[in-house]
């Protein structure tokens, strides 16, 4: 045999080797039960895509927090039944551009920004994009960035800023005031997304921890305070976390400031 039949022989060995994995990785299943919670994610963002356009605002910011929550148990799911995959990880990924990106833009543009002509696309593009910028730097520096905090505001809670401001006000008039205080919402929240301001991750916060019975009680009177006016209470709660990054950011500078100084 000459060597350049050899070669050809390896070169096929090669590929047939090659072949095989491949068509084992197509072959392969993937995991149902965490999956199912990252599609009725998807499902919730999209029903508040349609919700919008029928004019039905506070049921589109409902469906944005519920895709919210089927969010957080979709990644926990996974961890508690071993079922983690990197399909799964793409999948939740795409999901969330829908969910917390096109899904809570298109909301507020149909609520009121459309009015505003070239104004309302821009802000509600700078939201879009700010999304879309911060998952992918989100799964690019995953191994590489202290897990207690998130560079640049989660898209959840952008999501949940939006949402919960459109919940909060779709039911009054939409005069030109509110409809610029949406763009400044919309448009904040989108830069707020792909800065370097640093948010707690609440990774640390142990669940099988034991907790003083007081606890129990407290967890009671915020699910009654919710209940109250949730559109408000829950807006509310998501601009103080918003708030906190560049809050504890300023504090920060100011004793590097002190200690440069001394």
Same mark, same amino acid.
């Given at each position: 045999?000459?060597?350049?039949?050899?070669?050809?022989?390896?070169?096929?060995?090669?590929?047939?080797?090659?072949?095989?994995?491949?068509?084992?990785?197509?072959?392969?299943?993937?995991?149902?039960?965490?999956?199912?919670?990252?599609?009725?994610?998807?499902?919730?963002?999209?029903?508040?895509?349609? *919700? /919008?356009?029928?004019?039905? +605002?506070?049921? =589109?910011?409902?469906?944005?927090?519920?895709? #919210?929550? @089927?969010?957080? $148990?979709?990644?926990?799911?996974?961890?508690?039944?071993?079922?983690?995959?990197?399909?799964?990880?793409?999948?939740?990924?795409?999901?969330?551009?829908?969910?917390?990106?096109?899904?809570?833009?298109?909301?507020?543009?149909?609520?009121?920004?459309?009015?505003?002509?070239?104004?309302?696309?821009?802000?509600?593009?700078?939201?879009?994009?700010?999304?879309?910028?911060?998952?992918?730097?989100?799964?690019?520096?995953?191994?590489?960035?202290?897990?207690?905090?998130?560079?640049?505001?989660?898209?959840?809670?952008? *999501? /949940?800023?939006?949402?919960? +401001?459109?919940? =909060?006000?779709?039911?009054?008039?939409?005069? #030109?005031? @509110?409809?610029? $205080?949406?763009?400044?919402?919309?448009?904040?929240?989108?830069?707020?997304?792909?800065?370097?301001?640093?948010?707690?991750?609440?990774?640390?916060?142990?669940?099988?921890?034991?907790?003083?019975?007081?606890?129990?009680?407290?967890?009671?009177?915020?699910?009654?305070?919710?209940?109250?006016?949730?559109?408000?209470?829950?807006?509310?709660?998501?601009?103080?976390?918003?708030?906190?990054?560049?809050?504890?950011?300023?504090?920060?500078?100011?004793?590097?400031?002190?200690?440069?100084?001394?």
């Amino acid at each position: 045999m000459d060597k350049q039949t050899k070669d050809m022989d390896q070169v096929d060995d090669v590929d047939g080797v090659v072949s095989q994995k491949n068509k084992s990785k197509l072959g392969r299943g993937i995991y149902l039960l965490p999956n199912l919670f990252t599609t009725a994610s998807l499902f919730s963002g999209f029903y508040a895509i349609v *919700a /919008a356009m029928n004019g039905h +605002f506070d049921n =589109a910011a409902v469906a944005i927090f519920i895709s #919210m929550i @089927l969010d957080g $148990l979709d990644g926990r799911v996974a961890r508690m039944t071993n079922t983690q995959s990197a399909f799964g990880a793409e999948y939740d990924s795409l999901v969330d551009m829908v969910a917390f990106g096109v899904a809570p833009a298109l909301v507020a543009f149909t609520m009121n920004l459309q009015t505003l002509g070239n104004v309302g696309w821009i802000a509600t593009f700078i939201y879009v994009a700010g999304a879309a910028l911060r998952l992918a730097r989100f799964n690019t520096q995953i191994d590489v960035v202290d897990k207690r905090y998130f560079i640049g505001l989660p898209s959840p809670s952008a *999501a /949940a800023i939006v949402a919960g +401001f459109v919940w =909060a006000t779709h039911g009054y008039e939409q005069t #030109m005031a @509110l409809t610029l $205080l949406t763009v400044v919402v919309v448009a904040a929240s989108g830069v707020l997304m792909v800065s370097n301001v640093k948010y707690y991750s609440f990774k640390e916060f142990d669940m099988k921890k034991s907790v003083p019975f007081t606890a129990l009680l407290m967890m009671v009177l915020v699910f009654a305070v919710i209940a109250l006016e949730p559109s408000l209470v829950l807006f509310g709660a998501f601009m103080i976390y918003v708030a906190s990054g560049p809050f504890n950011a300023l504090v920060k500078l100011r004793k590097t400031d002190k200690k440069a100084d001394k």
